[in-house]
């Protein structure tokens, strides 16, 4: 289908189309704005919940994995009090720790002893530290254990009962510690300590930690920024003072505002697509629809041009199952009521030429009944004059549809009874009733059902006019109404033509009396 045959074409199209796409697109625009300004804010809640929650989850994780390095510290003094010959070193099968820390020594109060690594310089323990680590707990601290380089480092007497036999000082992995590798995607990780100093950070950046606003809720949100961009930030206080009697470290997780809402943008740019598709849609159906709408009303618009140029042969094919078909329906039997009105217009005024060009009573009925036929949806017809007095008989014309059927004419005797029905209006009669002697020819021709009317000139009656049919006739209110006209014409017609033809025989029997009285005279 070719793009130029879908264009509207007329006023009416353009305002259908123009309509459903201004009823298209309101909805979708409406959605559009909603949807973004809805979408971006229910993101950043959304972030705001899943930053909290994830920064809990990781440190949750953070103390678990301590849990553990205090597991394999405990399991390591254990093995190395328990070696033969009191030997500070790891065996074989203590090996293992390597994994999970980067150095690890003794201190026995007066020297220093690495296992393996470099665990930096001696911390200086307070009183509450060395009533903790005598206890049997572990001590955590975050401090610098290097020059400009912080560390974690875990410390804990080989035997708590008897602390002279050494501490024992290890430096966790960081990646192991603060591991992130269960975080979710495009955020990153730093844990600061109570004085906002980064004990680990993923990215190195001082504007997060002056930027960072805690309150005094142990979990919460707050937004920082830097040259380039703005973040959103979830943290959760972790508790390490219970246990290790450490310092308070806070988790935080940052998500860029981009990446936050980066699925904005991919649903901008899917919605886009969809509201052009959408539109494409809208405007290539409407555009369908309304060329299949216009080209139904093009066919009832050159048809009424077609009726009004008097072609009322002219019909509209609709076959919609709508109210087009209905309309097109109603115009055919409009155009079909208007064509027969026109036609019955027609005859009838040729009956009245044709009639008042006749002056004999027997031609004016011949052409009347030749006229008729084919005119009122009746097979038979026949006329019936009257003679000049009740007891004379009638002479009856008749014609049929037949084939090679032309006009017969007889005569009828009417009886008084008839001649006083017929006085009557229009009379509708069938082989139910008493036979009536001017219908017996139409009877003998077949015919069954009949319309009878009389022809009257100044409540005179000159005639009946007979309509035959041999089953019930498919006769409207108008075909009765035409065969009343045409009763009234032959009625003025036959009675100008009886009186010329008295005047006639009034002239003939005054010339013959005075050419009489001439030949006498002569």
Known sequence: MK???????????RRILGLFVVCALLPITALTLISFRQVPRQLREDSRQQLRQFAKTEGMTIYE????????MVQLAVGI???????KRLSPDLRHPREHFRSLAIFTGRYLQPLFGN????PILSTAQRQHLATGNTLLLADSCRPSEPCVRMLRYMEPDNPDRGLLIAEPKLNYVFGADTLPQATSLCVLNETRQAVF???QNSNLTQQAAFASNSVGNFEWQDSHQEYLAGYWTLPLKPGFLGPQWTVILSKSREDILAVTRDFGRTLRRVIVLSLLVVVLLTLIQVRRTMVRLQKLQEATQQIADRRFDTRVEVSSNDEFQQLATDFNQMAHDLGKQFRALETVREIDRALLSSLSSAEIVKTALHRLRGFLPYQGISVTLLGDSPAADCLAYITTDQQNSGTSEGAVPLTLEEIDELQHETLRLDLSHTLRSYLAALVEQGMKWFLVVPIRHEHRLLGVLSLGNPTPPLETSDDRLYAKQVGDQLALVLSRARLIEELAKLNLGTLTALARAIDAKS
Do not use: F, H, N
Not at 65 to 72: A, M, N, P, S
Not at 81 to 87: E, L, N, T
Not at 119 to 122: E, F, I, N, P, S
């Open 3 to 13: 793009l130029a045959a879908l264009l509207p074409y007329s006023k009416v199209a």
């Open 81 to 87: 009090v328990a070696q033969p010959g009191r030997s």
């Open 65 to 72: 994995r301590l849990d553990t390095l205090e597991t394999q």
């Open 119 to 122: 665990v930096g310089v001696v």
């Open 201 to 203: 950070c993923e990215t």
